[in-house]
């Protein structure tokens, strides 16, 4: 089984997707992780990426894809794989197909993580860490007793920069630029499916489950036959 994850940062999707590939045991695989691992082993492709990143510059599509489908060419991808963060663009999803087919291969499944834009803003706006401790609270799902003050060392609660409104606002108008014309592109393949993203993480993944299981299914019934 196949699988891209598509949600906007904040709504969960990482936490999903590696729920789907303890499931299903199958590997789930972000471009960090790939990035890192070839550069650490330092193999041809890792050591073309490392010059981009060196040079402060984004790593081009093509290698990106290169780097991938290298990865899902390997022994522990025979039975499918969850790719988190890739594609992000239509030229990456482009390339990603088109390298795919070269090997008469297809994606899936597309599950897109869907919370609407005020959630996430609530969600991630209400965050307060404690910069002694480590502590994590949120105003709502998760107040500490004391307004403001932690509740294991007494210090002062702050807010991460990243988690402030007008960063959240930012990441999710780059969201919407780059990655929702995604959710379209995977909706003409005919392999979209989406999710209410905004419920608690173990109604959404009984939801993925439910929408996964039906066609597992059905593989395993095409397998029995062959
Ligand atoms: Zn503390």
Sequence with gaps: ?????????????GTQAKQIASAYQIPHISTGDIFRANIKNKTPL???????MDAGNLVPDELTCDLLMDRIGQDDCRDGFILDGFPRTIPQAQ???QALTARKESMD??????VPDEN???????RRVCPNCGATYHLTALPP???????????ELVQRADDSEATVANRLRVYHEQTQP???YYERLGILKTVDGTQPMDVVFAQIKAVLGKELEVSNVESRCD
């Excluded at 089984?1 to 598509?6: C, N, S, V």
């Excluded at 890792?46 to 981009?52: D, L, P, V």
């Excluded at 499944?109 to 869907?114: K, P």
């Design 182 to 184: 995604l959710i379209d």
């Design 46 to 52: 890792g050591q073309k990426a490392k010059e981009y």
């Design 109 to 114: 499944f597309a599950v897109n993580v869907d």
């Design 95 to 97: 390339a990603l197909d």
């Design 145 to 155: 007793t004391k307004a403001g003050t932690c509740d294991a060392c007494g210090s």
């Design 120 to 126: 996430i803003i609530r969600r991630m706006s209400g």
């Design 1 to 13: 089984m196949k699988i891209i994850m598509l949600g906007a940062p904040g709504a969960g999707k």
